[in-house]
């Protein structure tokens, strides 16, 4: 199995992730890079209309799209960005790609999701079984739909569901988060948070490039969902994100992980 080396992260970053969970960076990838994702996403919205989204879930008041990276060349580029990997090592170790999704919280929507962690997961005595980044498509505000976080929930040892009576209620340590289009959001995804309403006119867009400690199942198999084209084109690293070469897991190989936390 190839061995993939990361840049070293800033130790600010690093600190931020252990103690809040999350961290911003902000203005982190080019223009161009960001129209042509805006581009390609919005491409395959209209393309696949009212089943987009449904190899994985389907949410009400959002547009979703799933299995990206078998969807365009465009999207290994996402998943392999170094800084991002390199947190989110930072995070869980040894680690691999557990799914690339979209989503879009619609205008002037209840978009809101109750606080959750990915996965419904807590973390095990090896330490935290998922990360995610988001990419932001557009800028992230008070009134678009952002993403609210918890700060140091991570370390609670505790689902939300099982610590408060309403999910979907503020909470009183709650962060909304403020990013410009083109910042990527990485986060410790034990931490609580969840999206929020979009007030606004206009749709509020993001990748989220979501990873899972290596000995942990894929919540989208790859192997399975990618085609031998898709296979056979990706190099080293890519291959060794997506596990491609890996014995699959129980769970993977039985379809039983396709889980998001919150969504039925």
Known sequence: MTKIQFPQPRIEH???LDTEGFVVLHDWFHESLLASLVSETERLWELEGEQAGAEFKQEPDTRRLANLVEKSPLFSQVVQHPDALALVQHILGEFKLSSLNARSANP???????LHCDGGFLPDKQGPL???VVWC????????GTLRVVPGS????????DALACCLQDHPDQI????????LIVINAHIWHSGMNNNTN???RALHAYYCRRDQPQQQFQQELLSLETKSEADPMLRYLLALDDVPLHAESKGINSVSGFLN
């Open 137 to 144: 498509l557009d800028d992230f505000t008070s009134q678009n």
């Open 154 to 161: 991570h370390r609670s040892g505790q689902l939300p569901q």
């Open 108 to 114: 002037h929507s209840a978009s809101a999701q109750p």
């Open 130 to 132: 998922v990360a995610n």
């Open 202 to 204: 206009k749709p509020r």
């Open 176 to 183: 909304l988060v403020s990013a410009k289009a083109g910042s």
């Open 14 to 16: 690093q600190l931020q």
